[in-house]
Structure formats: structure tokens, C-alpha cells
């Protein structure tokens, strides 16, 4: 062979090899990006505003975003105003701002707004607002982009950008308001104690209704490629808003834009938020609004490697699933101190009920797909829960029992049972500590940290465990659970529900399996628990949701059993098994609508092998709760009777959906054996979805591919 043809054929296979790797990189790219939400236009109509955060601060942004909206920072907590217990609180609404153009104001003549129009970006979670403002006989067109730092946790970001029709007097006005919030400016300053020149435009110290807790805002402004501008502050109002004002003259052939960065710091942090919030603030002003912009962009790049890609789903399925998992991702961090809510950290003014507490649905549907996606986070959300162990403790304590029951709703702050009134869920719903001692095994499983499993899941699997024992009866037919209600919420507590009955199973054989790993003896009692709890049977084989249970009782179609046997893993029989499943599903039209559970059907329909059914839970299941802007799941159906306002994003439901794509249909079961391991079951899929693909999760610390192949005798779990 000559030279030349060696030489050609190298070339040529080097470019093959390019090709292929750059096919495959492109490829990696675009399965990392998601599918956005449809722009909206003009107002919303009743429709929830559109909800920005990043795990320790979240807004409610407005569709003309200046206005103020509402604003909630994790662990700032206050007494609710109607309910009087501890509940998350309303902080002052950090990005409001005001325009004027030659001396006509934006607040003065609101319906003089026009062409709004909303863009949410998922991929770097910025929000884009438009809208023109006519007065004094000229016009703005506006662009408002909002975004929360993801790498500096304190920090919200927002650039305004203003083209004025003809050159005119252009003032800005960047305010954090106060106005409507309850509760009270503690300390207000606009100087730098000390300081020849201030660090920030201002700071303030909100104290909460009931004083519970205190929040530090600091505010910092400028115009983008102009440090000559300084900024007016209002300095003499001391219980007033921050106010920051900038007057340029316009060119209608130029861009201005105006700034806001403002750091947002709970005292459950600091125990001077308002001084520490100036430290943040002045630290990203020295960053810079563009880096920490890049930085966000970045981080969001390396969440959506997490991102769940179903193949065969239709685009609107696929959006659904990328808006859940964006929901989740931008309501969860590290460095958040109180876990998530149920709402993660939106809420509005026409509901308000769950008041922010951390409830077992947090632990059981978030927490599990978080340990894929964002384990840092997820280990944030348990820390809450180990800072809440003496109150757990006090809890069980007074209900005479041993161990730990951690609370039905727990308070955002101190940790306790804050469920308002007489309590009658936190009095007979037992199964919440359940899932607590199971999120702190799957933490311990999923990421193979010793040194958790032994200080932080031991102390919590073993109270959970002594807590269960002493919580039963020993009858002759084994040891039963007397009065606990299980997820269908009605006013007589039944006998041995069979969810609760499954799950205590499960946590008291990983109790016993966490004393052997730790070297410890585990009491006889938990696995003589184990073995003897109770579980009601049907004659006809299937699992009763409880003693003397009638599918025609109220909520009786409520599939709670099958939450035994996904997300929890009771070792019925193939015949019980599927027994169970066909019964329930069969019954699904009578309870879908209501929230969380039917956000497993599909999962539970694969399990049962009916992949028809699969696909039309999906839609009747979860799809249908999509409503309104940018693909808020709501809580209730907007045809279910109960459903009275729009409520979302609803973390049981997308929590749980998510939960039965990452392990559910995937066949994954959990343990602390080998990962390989962990592929249990045939994949089976909904009718026309032929794979689940996640490009990246975390396990033991290490990242891996997971595929699941419909048709497939396991899910391929890949190292990378």
C-alpha cells in the first residue's frame, strides 16, 4: 500500500471518529435540553403567576412584573395570620420596580400597560417579561428578565431593559416593598455603619407577624455599562421600602438597562440577617450580574444532565415531565434549611392552607427522585428533618409511646407539630414517620455514605422502629395498628391499614439491616414486629385497604395498597400481587382527580402489564392536573368537586409522578447491595413509549447512565 492511501485511510477514519463523537455529544446536548412551556400573552385571567426560586427564596412574579408579587425564603417562618400557628411567611417582594416616562409614572396609570407577554426558559430558569407602557405621549417597550442564583443561594437578579419611542426623561425606580406583607420593619438602613461610603443601596430587617423569626434583604443597583451613575436612595422613611431611583436621558436608537440584585437571608441562619445579607449582596455586586448569570446558566446545564427522556412520548407528555422536574430541582438546595412545602416555595393569595409545613409527602415522593438528580439537596431536606429529632421525640412522648413520631405537618422553623385546630390528621395518620425513616435509608442506600447511615439514618431508623412496636396491639391474629387513618382522610379511623401495615414492614427489617451494617444488635422486637403486623386479606386474595373495608365506602377507591407494593416493596406473591393490582386499577375512574396517588397509576398500570391503561392513566392521572401558565401541576383536577381554586405546583403529584418514571417503571428496587443489582424487573411501558433514558444520576457518589428498554428483561444501570 503507498504512503498516500495509509495516509488517506488514517484521514478518513479520523474523520469518521469525529463525526461519531460529534454526533453523540449533539446528541447529549439536545436530550439535556428541555421543552419549554408556551409563551403567554396578555393577562392572566386567574391563572397562578409564574413562579421562580432556586431552593432557599421563591416568587410569584406578576405577568407585569414590576408590580409587586409575592415572596417566600426558606425557614423564615411567622404566625399565620388567620391560624395563629407557625407558618412559612411572607417576606417583602424584593424585585418591584416603577417607571416613568417624563415624569408620568407606571403605578399612576397601570392601564397603560399593554403587549404583555411571558417567556420561561427552563434550561438556564430565567423569566422574560415584555410589556409596552404609553404616557406623556411617548412609549417604552420594557424587558424584564428574573432569574434566582442557584451558585450564591441569597442572591435574586433582575435586568430591566427600556427603548423609549422618542428621547425623553427616563426615571427608574427599583423598590423592595413592603406594602401588604404582614409584619414589621425592625431596622432599616441605607449607610454603611463605619463606612465612608455604603456597600448596598440599603438593608432591612423584617420581623414576622408573632415575631418568630426575622429576614435580612439588602438591595444593590446600578445601570449595565455606566458605574458613573449613582443611584438616589430614599433614606428618611424608617419603616418604608428600600428605594433606589435612576434619571437618564433616552435615545429612541438605544437600550437602557437597570439592575437589581438583592441578597435575602433568614435568621435561621444568621442570627443578624439584615448585616449578612449586606456581606452576600456586596459580594455579588463585586461578582457581577453577568458572571453569577453565567453561573446559574451553568448550573442548570449540569442539573438537566438529570433530565428524564421518555421516547415515544408525545411532546406534550415529555414538556409535562421536564416542568416537573424543573419544579422540583428549582425548589430544592443545599443550602436550604427547612426542606421544601408542599407548594415548594410559591405560594398566592387565594390559597394558603398547608401554611408551608413539611409534610411526609416531601419524604416520600421528593426525596427519592432528588437522590438521582441532586443529593445535596436531598440530604438538605433530611437535615431538616434531623434538626426536628427532640421534637419527634416530645411528639411520641406525649402520646405515650416510644421512639419517634415525627410530626403530621411540621412547622418550617422549630420543627414541631404546627397542624392548626383540633389536629385530626396529626391525632390518627400514623404513617408519616414511615417515610421519613425510609428517606434516610434511601439517602444511606443511593449514596453509600457510611458515616450517615451511622449517625444520622441509624438514630432515626432505630426511634421509627420503636415507635412502630409500641404503637401496636398483640390480638390473636398477630400485632395490629388500632385507629390509624391511612391516606383516604375520613372522619372514623379504621383498624390495620394495610399501607401503614406494609410500610412498617419494610422500615423495620431496614432498621434491623442497619444495626448488622453499623455493628450493633438490633432488638429481637423489630423483626418479631416485622414478621407478625397484620395485613389485611381479601378471600378473593386481593389486600384490603384496612379491616372490614368496602370499595363502595367513602374514598374507597383509594389505591393505598398499591403504594405497598411501589414506592414501598412488600413481598407479596406473584398471585397476590397482581390480584391487588387489577382490583384497584379497576376502580380508578372513581378516585382519579383527587391529588398525589394518581400520579402512580401509570406506574402501578405497567405493573400490572396493561400497557393501554398505562398511557391513559398518564394522561387522566397527571396530565390533566396541568393547568394554566407554565405547566403548574395542580393539586386538585379542575374538574374534581373539590377542587375550589387553582393550587400548585403540587409536589405530591409531580414528587410521585417523577418517583414512578426514575424507579418505578425503570424496575429499580434499592438496597445497600450492589447498584447492578438493583434492576429488578421486566420493563414494561406505557403503549407507544419504547425507552426511559437518564443520562446521568448519582450513585455512591459516582455517576451513572440508566436506560429502561421496553421489552427489556431489566433497566441497563451504566457506569460513565
Not at 301 to 311: A, D
Not at 397 to 405: E, K, N, P, T
Not at 604 to 624: K, S
Not at 682 to 700: C, Q
Request: glycine share 8%; net charge negative.
Amino acid at each position: 500500500m503507498h504512503y498516500g492511501g495509509v495516509a488517506d485511510l488514517v484521514a478518513s477514519t479520523a474523520a469518521v471518529c469525529l463525526l461519531a463523537y460529534t454526533s453523540e455529544h449533539v446528541m447529549a446536548e439536545r436530550s439535556s435540553l428541555p421543552l419549554n412551556p408556551p409563551e403567554e400573552t396578555g393577562p392572566r385571567n386567574g391563572d397562578l403567576p409564574a413562579y421562580v426560586g432556586n431552593g432557599m427564596i421563591g416568587l410569584r412574579v406578576r405577568e407585569q412584573p414590576l408590580q409587586p408579587g409575592m415572596a417566600i425564603v426558606n425557614g423564615f417562618a411567622g404566625e399565620h395570620p388567620d391560624r395563629r400557628v407557625e407558618a412559612a411567611a411572607m417576606a417583602p417582594y424584593p424585585l418591584a420596580g416603577d417607571l416613568a416616562l417624563d415624569n408620568v409614572w407606571l403605578s399612576d396609570q397601570p392601564s397603560a400597560v399593554s403587549d404583555l407577554v411571558q417567556r420561561y426558559d427552563f434550561a438556564t430558569a430565567e423569566l422574560t417579561s415584555r410589556f409596552r407602557f404609553e404616557g406623556a405621549g411617548l412609549s417604552a417597550e420594557v424587558t424584564v428578565t428574573t432569574f434566582a442564583s442557584r451558585s450564591a443561594p441569597s442572591i435574586l437578579l433582575q435586568e430591566i431593559e427600556v427603548q423609549t419611542s422618542q428621547a425623553c426623561d427616563l426615571t427608574v425606580r427599583s423598590l423592595v416593598e413592603t406594602g401588604g406583607v404582614r409584619g414589621r420593619v425592625a431596622r432599616r438602613r441605607t449607610d454603611t455603619p463605619g463606612e465612608p461610603e455604603r456597600a448596598c443601596d440599603g438593608s432591612l430587617l423584617w420581623e414576622a407577624e408573632g415575631g418568630l423569626s426575622t429576614c435580612g434583604i439588602a438591595l444593590v443597583t446600578e445601570i449595565a455599562g455606566d458605574s458613573s451613575k449613582y443611584p438616589a436612595v430614599q433614606t428618611w422613611d424608617r419603616n418604608g421600602p428600600l428605594r433606589s431611583e435612576y434619571s437618564v436621558r433616552t435615545r429612541p436608537d438605544r437600550l437602557v438597562r437597570f439592575r437589581q440584585i438583592v441578597a435575602m437571608v433568614p435568621s435561621v441562619l444568621h442570627d443578624r440577617p439584615d448585616e449578612e445579607a449586606v456581606r452576600r449582596v456586596a459580594r455579588a455586586k463585586a461578582t457581577g450580574f453577568d458572571t453569577l448569570r453565567q453561573r446559574n446558566r451553568e448550573a442548570w446545564s449540569e442539573l438537566w444532565r438529570g433530565r428524564i427522556v421518555v421516547e415515544g412520548a408525545s411532546e406534550a407528555h415529555q414538556a409535562m415531565i421536564d416542568a416537573a422536574y424543573f419544579y422540583l430541582n428549582t425548589s430544592t438546595h443545599p443550602a436550604s434549611p427547612s426542606a421544601t412545602s408542599i407548594f415548594g416555595l410559591a405560594t398566592w393569595h387565594d390559597y394558603n392552607y398547608y401554611y408551608g409545613h413539611v409534610m411526609w409527602d416531601i419524604d416520600a415522593f421528593c426525596v427519592p427522585p432528588l437522590l438521582f438528580s441532586q443529593p445535596d439537596a436531598a440530604l438538605a431536606m433530611l437535615e431538616f428533618r434531623k434538626r426536628g429529632l427532640e421534637a419527634a421525640r416530645s411528639n411520641a412522648r406525649l402520646s405515650g409511646r416510644d421512639g419517634l413520631q415525627f410530626p403530621w405537618e411540621a412547622a418550617p422553623l422549630s420543627g414541631q407539630e404546627a397542624a392548626p385546630g383540633a389536629g385530626e390528621s396529626a391525632a390518627h395518620e400514623d404513617h408519616g414517620s414511615l417515610h421519613t425513616a425510609r428517606a434516610f435509608a434511601l439517602y444511606a442506600d443511593v449514596t453509600g455514605d457510611e458515616a450517615f447511615l451511622n449517625e444520622d439514618a441509624w438514630p432515626v431508623l432505630s426511634g421509627v422502629a420503636d415507635w412502630i412496636v409500641s404503637r401496636t396491639t398483640r390480638t390473636d391474629r398477630g400485632l395490629e395498628i388500632k385507629r390509624a387513618t391511612g391516606p383516604a382522610e375520613v372522619p372514623d379511623p379504621p383498624d390495620n391499614d394495610a399501607f401503614t401495615m406494609m410500610a412498617a414492614k419494610q422500615v423495620l427489617r431496614r432498621a434491623v439491616r442497619a444495626a448488622e451494617q453499623t455493628g450493633r444488635t438490633p432488638p429481637p422486637r423489630w423483626a418479631e414486629a416485622a414478621q407478625d403486623l397484620y395485613i389485611p386479606i381479601r378471600a378473593d386474595g386481593v389486600i384490603a385497604a384496612h379491616d372490614n373495608f368496602r370499595v363502595s365506602e367513602p374514598k374507597g377507591a383509594t389505591p393505598s395498597p398499591l403504594a405497598g407494593l411501589f414506592p414501598y416493596d412488600h413481598p407479596s406473591s406473584p398471585e397476590e400481587r397482581q390480584t391487588t393490582l387489577e382490583f384497584y386499577l379497576k376502580h380508578w375512574a372513581e378516585y382519579v382527580g383527587a391529588p398525589m396517588f394518581p400520579a402512580l397509576y401509570p406506574t402501578w398500570a405497567v405493573m400490572a402489564g396493561d400497557r393501554d391503561l398505562a398511557l391513559r392513566l398518564f394522561e387522566e392521572g397527571y396530565a390533566a392536573y396541568d393547568s394554566g401558565r407554565f405547566h403548574q401541576c395542580l393539586e386538585y383536577r379542575p374538574d374534581h368537586p373539590d377542587s375550589q381554586v387553582a393550587a400548585g405546583p403540587f409536589f405530591a403529584n409531580l414528587g410521585g409522578m417523577l418517583l414512578g418514571l426514575t424507579f418505578g417503571m425503570t424496575g429499580l428496587v434499592i438496597d445497600d447491595g450492589d447498584p447492578e443489582l438493583w434492576t429488578r424487573r421486566p420493563i414494561v411501558l406505557p403503549k407507544g413509549w419504547s425507552a426511559i433514558t437518564i443520562e446521568r444520576i448519582w450513585v455512591r457518589g459516582k455517576p451513572m447512565r440508566l436506560e429502561a428498554r421496553h421489552g427489556s428483561d431489566r433497566a441497563a444501570l451504566t457506569a460513565l
